[in-house]
């Protein structure tokens, strides 16, 4: 007999054992490296989507036209692989004066709080040359080794996808390097009020810490699925003790189920002073602190997420007007581009308060401001179904759709009466006693190109009624 049974037996113990703790190592080694990027790439879209929500647009663009107005004038664009050479310090020396520019300075102190509240390696602005697919350095917030304005890098993997539809954003990209470890960078679109896409809000965040203790957790893993191979192999061939191999199937059994169930480690309760016990505590160490990572990813998200509903909040706080609490000229100018784009039948509604500088001049602008919020409470009272915008300091728009529209006569009828009951009631101090003109234009497609066609009608048909009560007042 050539080989015997009983080294049969060994030998295919010792491949299962083999094979099960290099399936099971390769699984667990995926499944940690799958989360921990799905987390990372989800944080770091979160965070650079918040830095894009609530940045000063305007800042970007005129930061963005001072780099890129030296950007075109240079013909030999030095990319950042060659970083530290003479040729590249000679371009970047072209855009030494932009890091003196007031909005640079602002910008990269803006991006610095939010750098160190989120504890991340950095964040920056960047703009994409379509032409040479290549992305172009603003700001850069890292307090060491930060990219200069004008840096050029190129694009990399899915972010090309930005050439296309630049609203997509640069995708998260994870590299390993020597320099700087596991790094995952994302960037953002930060849009105009037109909806443009002007640059790209980005991060990079360090993934070291994590993806080291993801590599001690596999070799600690594959260490104990040896280990557990070596006892079900001595102790199942030598006496087949169940007291042995019972503990290590239940550690078995709970290490390939880990993702997919509830059971614990700890729950196992395997106290043991040998080397099942000292394993078990093993486990029961890993999966406490892989439950605290996540624990804190998870709280993170969570802290972006909420850090974008106030976002959100401060962005429609940014439409209202402070005085009289309907929508302001912001408002008004989105309200304009939906419009526009929507071709439907509407009307505009101007209305502008007579004689506030009189009263500003004769009672103080705290009286001239009560009357505004006055007439802002008839035309709200009056228009209950229409959006009311407050676009200066005595001037109203009101935006009729729907069956304001369709009634639009008697609503401006019913204005109108109230303005002359508020006129004539003697038991109203002067400046109490309410005058305004108004004037209403219907959107004619026919000869309108745009809002602003129906805006001008309605800003006429309001002076002329402004002046006929001056005639009538005379």
Known sequence: MKHSLKRKTIAMFAAIGLLFGAISTLIYAKGITDITKEQYSQQSIDLTKTVAAEIEVERVIRLKEAVKAIYDKTPNVVLSDRWGTPEFDAYIALYKDIEKNEDFLFLRDHLRKIQ???????????????????????????????????????????????????????????????????????????????????????????????????????????????????????????????????????????????????????????????????????????EEEIDGYIARLTKARDDLIAAQEQADQMQQAANIDALTSVRNKRAYDLEVLKLGEAQSE??????????????????????????????????????????????????????????????????????ESEIKATQADETLEPRERISAAIGCAVYDPATDNSVEDVFNRADKAMYENKNIMKSFNA
């Open 346 to 415: 509407y009307g505009l509604v101007m209305i502008d308060l007579n004689d506030l500088k009189h009263i500003n001049d004769s009672y103080g602008h705290e009286k001239g401001n009560a009357v505004i919020k006055k007439l802002c409470e008839i035309v709200c009272r009056i228009f209950k179904h229409s959006p009311v915008f407050r676009i200066g300091g005595d001037e109203f728009v009101v935006v009729l759709r729907n069956d304001d529209y369709n009634n639009r006569e008697a609503l401006i009828e019913e204005f």
């Open 116 to 286: 160190d509240v989120n504890h991340v390696d950095c964040l920056y602005l960047t703009w994409i040359d379509t032409e040479n697919e290549c992305v172009i350095y603003l700001v850069d917030a890292a307090y060491e080794d930060a990219c200069p304005p004008g840096c050029v890098d190129p694009l990399f993997g899915d972010q090309s996808a930005a050439l296309k539809d630049p609203s997509v954003g640069l995708a998260p990209n994870i590299t390993n390097t020597p320099e700087y470890g596991w790094i995952i960078a994302t960037g953002m679109p930060v849009f105009d009020t037109a909806g443009n896409v002007v640059a790209y809000s980005s991060a990079d965040i360090s993934m070291n810490e994590i993806m080291g203790k993801a590599v001690q957790f596999v070799l600690l893993l594959g260490g104990v699925l040896l280990a557990m191979a070596v006892i079900v192999f001595v102790i199942g061939i030598i006496v087949e003790d169940r007291v042995i191999v019972k503990p290590i199937n239940r550690l078995s059994e709970a290490a390939k189920s880990y993702a997919t169930s509830k059971q614990k480690f700890a729950d196992l309760n395997i106290k043991r002073k040998d080397e099942i016990g000292v394993l078990a505590d093993s486990m029961v160490q890993m």
